[in-house]
Each structure stands twice: as C-alpha cells, then as structure tokens.
C-alpha cells in the first residue's frame, strides 16, 4: 500500500487545483476565510483536479477501475445543509485560513443562501443587543459560541444557538423571537456545550418554534434536529444516496445491513426493494429519527437498531446479510468490521466514504475476498480540498 497522510492529500489536492489559472471569486472573503479554498478557481478545474488526485491514488494503491470520475455539485455555491458561524470577541463569522484562533468577520456567505446568512447574522447582532456577549475561544470566557443554521432544499431553517452555562431564559426568549421573525426560519434551538472543546453542537436546552427540520431526499423526507449528522450537499445529497442505492440492488426476498445508518436516508431508500433493511447507528438520537422517518414515510420494513456496528456484526451469522452498505465516519470502517465483514461474507458491499484514506486502508483488508468493481468521487465540499467516494466490492 502506498500511504499518504491526511495532510498529504490535502496538500496533493490543493496543489494540482492552484495549478489551474486564477479566475475572479465570488466573494470577497474568498482568499482569507478558511470556509473556501478554491473560489479564484474554475470549478470545472476543481473537478478535474480531485479525479485525477484521486485516480492516481487508487489505482497506486491497485484500485485501478476502467474509470474514475468525481460527480460535481449541481451548484457549486449555496450548497450547504448546515453552517456553524464563530461567534467571538465581536466578530461573527468563520476561522481564517490556517488560523484556527483567529475569525474572519464575513459581511455575506456563499455557501448558503443570502437570506440564511442574514439570519444567522441577526440573531448574532440580537444576542449582543441582549447582552449575551461573545465566547472568547482563548480565554474562555463569554457565552455565545456558535450560531449554526441546518436549511433543507425549500430553503427552511433551523436555527441554533450554541452557548457556554449561564444565560436566562427571558434572553434567550427574546432571541429566539428575533430568530423566528427570519424570512425561512421554522424553529431555533439553545444549544449548551459547557467544555473547553470547541465543538457547534450542545446539550439542547430548549426550544422555540418547530423542533425538527424536514429534509427530502429522493422520494423520502427524513427529519433532523439541530445536531443530527446529514449530507452537507444540498444539491447532491440525492444523487450520492441514489447511486448507492443502485449500486447495492437488493432483491425483494433479502434482509440487508446499513451500517452507520443515521437517520435512515439511505436505509428508508433501500427499503423499497429489500424485506428487512436494518439500520444499524450508535448514536441514540438519530435512531430515534430513524424510527420517526419510517413511520412519516410509511416504511415498515426498516428496523432502527441501537448498537456499535463491530457489536451488531459480531452478532450476525455467517451468510446471513447477502448485501451491506456502509457509510462510516472518517475514521473509516477499521481492521475489526473489516475482518467481520470477511466473516459474514455478504455478496456485495457498498461502500460509501468521506475520507478516501480510510477507505483505501479498508480495501486494502477486504481484498483477500472481494474485488472493487466501481469507484468513483463526489464532490460535495466545492471550493475545498474535501472528496467522497463510493467503492462497490463483489466477493470473489
């Protein structure tokens, strides 16, 4: 195996991209702001750089497939599904490039629509005529940490406020009525995350105005809370789920596994063709999502599970899931699920990746009994140096 450290990669994407010739960015925070690193670029050239990075890396890896190409955002901009705005020393934006302490103040955003941006920017302006002042990520000292914003493809929000301990309700009351009278927002959130840990997620405290956002994808609608994991593309959430969902091509007489399963997006989907799909996710919230989605969606044959994916493989019989889809998180799947995946033996994994390292480490172990019949990328982070990819492996 040819290794190549997280940085490595990085750094090998974002040379091949700078290579290309300078084109105007669209905002003006574009070569400071840590949010975009390839704006003054084509994204035709963005695309083109990440499939030829990628190609070589798989195929020096012997992972070598007739083709590999990266599938573009639809819309390279506006295209995420949450924002998490730093809210520090009277500045309301995002971390410089390279500069984890130090925040850029952005006047607009073109990640998300204007109109979301302008929200979250007004209830950071609230907070402060409220008198709820800013976290200082130094001293620690302050309150307000993050304003983060989840919006669906209808351009609904949900709004969130990440505080430190402390606060009043009355004030927190009052932003959320300045949140609420957003153009979009459906409901805001306070959020505590009383650690040193610089983290945009809390321990929800309350909340005004709706409690959940619905987010289609395909044909279904999964609900999400302020800090349910979802695709952070918009615009190509469905394609990523979609072909996964081809590619693993269940039969209507099977029982198969989603493992890290979430809050169901792709087992509600792989349902439709399979008897019993089991939606397997450690982390309790998102299962209970997941149970609620099957019922909004009228999916009986989905089965939420609460486990450890090694825990609910270990205790699988060999043979007994013909078809597995997996989508871990970037620490990828590790030698433990790989070698219960080579007990199991389904027929067919699909294996879906946020960090072609892990994933290539992953093959590398699963190879002994399978072969990868179709890889390709997706680039649902333009403007930085981040690619996802799904490997199809058929055993034999």
Same mark, same amino acid.
């Given at each position: 195996?040819?290794? /190549?450290?997280?940085?490595?990669? =990085?750094?090998?994407?974002?040379?091949?991209?700078? @290579?290309?010739?300078?084109?105007?960015?669209?905002?003006?925070?574009?070569?400071?702001?840590?949010?975009?690193?390839?704006?003054?670029?084509?994204?035709?050239?963005?695309?083109?750089?990440?499939?030829?990075? /990628?190609?070589?890396?798989?195929?020096?890896?012997?992972?070598?497939?007739?083709?590999?190409?990266?599938?573009?955002?639809?819309?390279?901009?506006?295209?995420?599904?949450?924002?998490?705005?730093?809210?520090?020393?009277?500045?309301?934006?995002?971390?410089?490039?390279?500069?984890?302490?130090?925040?850029?103040? /952005?006047?607009?955003?073109?990640?998300?629509?204007?109109?979301?941006? @302008?929200?979250?920017?007004?209830?950071?302006?609230?907070?402060?005529?409220?008198?709820?002042?800013?976290?200082?990520?130094? @001293?620690?000292?302050?309150?307000?940490?993050?304003?983060?914003?989840?919006?669906?493809?209808?351009?609904?929000?949900?709004?969130?406020?990440?505080?430190?301990?402390?606060?009043?309700?009355?004030?927190?009351?009052?932003?959320?009525?300045?949140?609420?009278?957003? *153009?979009?927002?459906?409901?805001?959130?306070?959020?505590?995350?009383?650690? =040193?840990?610089?983290?945009?997620?809390?321990?929800?405290?309350?909340?005004?105005?709706?409690?959940?956002?619905?987010?289609?994808?395909?044909?279904?609608?999964?609900?999400?809370?302020?800090?349910?994991?979802?695709?952070?593309?918009?615009?190509?959430?469905? =394609?990523?789920?979609?072909?996964?969902?081809?590619?693993?091509?269940?039969?209507?007489?099977?029982?198969?596994?989603?493992?890290?399963?979430?809050?169901? @997006?792709?087992?509600?989907?792989?349902?439709?063709?399979?008897?019993?799909?089991?939606?397997?996710?450690?982390?309790?919230?998102?299962?209970?999502?997941?149970?609620?989605?099957?019922?909004?969606?009228?999916?009986?044959? /989905?089965?939420?599970?609460?486990?450890?994916?090694?825990?609910?493989?270990?205790?699988?019989?060999?043979?007994?899931?013909?078809?597995?889809?997996?989508?871990?998180?970037?620490?990828?799947?590790? *030698?433990?699920?790989?070698?219960?995946?080579?007990?199991?033996?389904?027929?067919?994994?699909?294996?879906?990746?946020?960090?072609?390292?892990?994933?290539?480490?992953?093959?590398?172990?699963?190879?002994?009994?399978?072969?990868?019949?179709?890889?390709?990328?997706?680039?649902?982070?333009?403007?930085?140096?981040?690619?996802?990819?799904?490997?199809?492996?058929?055993?034999?």
């Amino acid at each position: 195996m040819i290794s /190549l450290t997280a940085k490595g990669l =990085r750094k090998a994407i974002v040379d091949r991209v700078l @290579a290309g010739p300078i084109t105007p960015p669209v905002c003006p925070h574009a070569r400071e702001c840590g949010g975009c690193a390839f704006q003054d670029r084509a994204y035709t050239d963005q695309v083109a750089a990440k499939a030829s990075v /990628l190609r070589d890396l798989y195929a020096a890896n012997g992972f070598a497939v007739d083709e590999f190409t990266v599938v573009p955002s639809p819309n390279p901009f506006a295209y995420r599904t949450r924002m998490d705005y730093v809210a520090t020393k009277g500045r309301f934006g995002l971390r410089a490039r390279g500069k984890f302490n130090y925040i850029i103040e /952005l006047t607009t955003c073109h990640l998300i629509p204007p109109e979301a941006f @302008a929200a979250a920017q007004a209830v950071w302006r609230r907070a402060g005529e409220l008198g709820l002042p800013d976290y200082d990520i130094r @001293a620690h000292t302050g309150f307000l940490r993050y304003v983060v914003v989840r919006r669906n493809f209808n351009d609904e929000l949900l709004l969130a406020a990440v505080t430190a301990a402390g606060g009043d309700e009355p004030a927190l009351a009052a932003l959320a009525e300045t949140a609420l009278a957003q *153009p979009g927002v459906v409901g805001f959130h306070w959020l505590v995350n009383d650690t =040193r840990t610089d983290l945009s997620f809390g321990e929800p405290r309350q909340h005004w105005g709706a409690a959940e956002l619905a987010m289609r994808v395909g044909e279904m609608v999964c609900y999400i809370g302020p800090n349910t994991f979802f695709q952070n593309n918009v615009y190509l959430a469905d =394609r990523l789920i979609g072909d996964a969902v081809a590619a693993a091509a269940p039969a209507a007489t099977m029982r198969v596994a989603d493992l890290y399963g979430g809050v169901g @997006a792709i087992g509600l989907h792989l349902a439709r063709y399979a008897a019993q799909v089991d939606c397997v996710e450690a982390v309790a919230e998102s299962v209970s999502f997941a149970q609620r989605n099957a019922l909004a969606n009228g999916v009986a044959n /989905l089965n939420p599970i609460c486990a450890d994916t090694l825990a609910y493989l270990r205790a699988q019989p060999e043979g007994s899931l013909p078809i597995i889809v997996a989508d871990p998180p970037r620490t990828g799947l590790g *030698p433990q699920v790989c070698h219960e995946l080579l007990r199991i033996g389904p027929q067919r994994i699909v294996y879906v990746s946020c960090n072609p390292l892990t994933q290539i480490a992953d093959l590398q172990l699963l190879r002994t009994a399978y072969h990868v019949t179709s890889l390709h990328g997706y680039d649902m982070f333009p403007h930085t140096p981040h690619v996802e990819a799904i490997a199809v492996l058929e055993r034999g």
